[in-house]
Each structure stands twice: as C-alpha cells, then as structure tokens.
C-alpha cells in the first residue's frame, strides 16, 4: 500500500504538531505515512495522497507552501490531496482578518480544486501585546492554544477515507 505524504512547514510548530495528530489517525486507520518539509523537486509519484500543511502568516498561506503547491501542481492533481492551514487568527481574530484570511483560502480552492482544504486552529504561545491584540481583535490575553486533537483527529478520519 503506497504512504500517504504529510509536506510541512512549521516556524513555530504547531503545524509539526498537527501533522503528527494527523499521522496517528492516518496510521490508525491502516496507512503507512511519511512526513517530510517542503522542498522542491521530491517526487509524489510513491505517494497515494498528499497532504500540505503550512501556517497562515500575514493572512495569507505561507510563500513556501504556495510555491510547493505551484511546482508539484501535476503530482498533486494525480492523486487525492489536502491543504491544511493551520491559524489562530481565524478563529481568535476580528471578523474583518476573518473574511482575509476566507479570501486567502478561496485561492488555495482554486489553486487545487478537487482537494480538500481545511483549517485548523494553531498556538501562540506567549500572550499578544495589547496593541496587538486590539489590531487583531483577539480578546483573550493569556496565551492561546487553538490546536484541538479532537476535531484534527476527526476531520482526518473522514479525509482518509477518501484515499483509494
């Protein structure tokens, strides 16, 4: 049975931690995984599914994960695919950074339609400067801890189902 690929980018780590949620789901439901960062070049061609994940930076998926996304177009089309992005603003932040980071996904969605794309919520850990909690319309001053194993867990359950 081929593997299913988790390629990553992970500054702070959270999206690391996330792909080893995922990876125990996957596993135990029966499917070899491999996790490896993003780089150029690597073939999917071992893989029967791929799942990106990479953090939103700047209300935007990170350049990184974009420019995977762009030079492994062909390889992701073949194959069942995810886009997970991995973001606390989206789900702690005002709904204007809200509808950004939306508008931010709808490009991944048409980047690579037929995959699924879906959003997970990350970690900072170390409370936001009030200033910055004001521009960003996140009320809770202690740190935030958005990574939720459950619904991570769950929504790969399903996800897996779908690799043939």
């Given at each position: 049975m081929k593997p299913i690929l988790i390629a990553l980018i992970s500054p702070s780590g959270s999206t690391k931690e996330i792909a080893g949620i995922l990876q125990r789901a996957f596993e135990k439901a029966g499917r070899p995984v491999e996790i490896s960062d993003?780089?150029?070049g690597k073939s999917l061609e071992?893989?029967?599914?791929?799942v990106v994940a990479a953090p939103i930076h700047g209300m935007r998926w990170m350049p990184e994960a974009m420019a995977y996304l762009a030079a492994q177009r062909e390889g992701l089309t073949a194959r069942p695919a995810a886009l997970v992005?991995?973001?606390?603003l989206y789900f702690e932040g005002?709904?204007?950074?809200?509808?950004?980071?939306?508008k931010a996904l709808r490009t991944l969605r048409e980047a690579l339609p037929h995959a699924s794309v879906q959003v997970f919520g990350g970690r900072l850990p170390k409370t936001l400067p009030a200033p910055?909690?004001?521009l960003f319309g996140v009320k809770k001053s202690s740190p935030?801890?958005?990574?939720?194993?459950?619904s991570i867990t769950a929504w790969a359950d399903g996800w897996v189902r779908t690799v043939v």
């Open positions: 993003l780089g150029p071992p893989y029967a599914a791929v992005a991995v973001s606390y005002s709904t204007r950074w809200k509808a950004s980071i939306t910055i909690r004001w935030i801890d958005l990574v939720d194993p459950l």
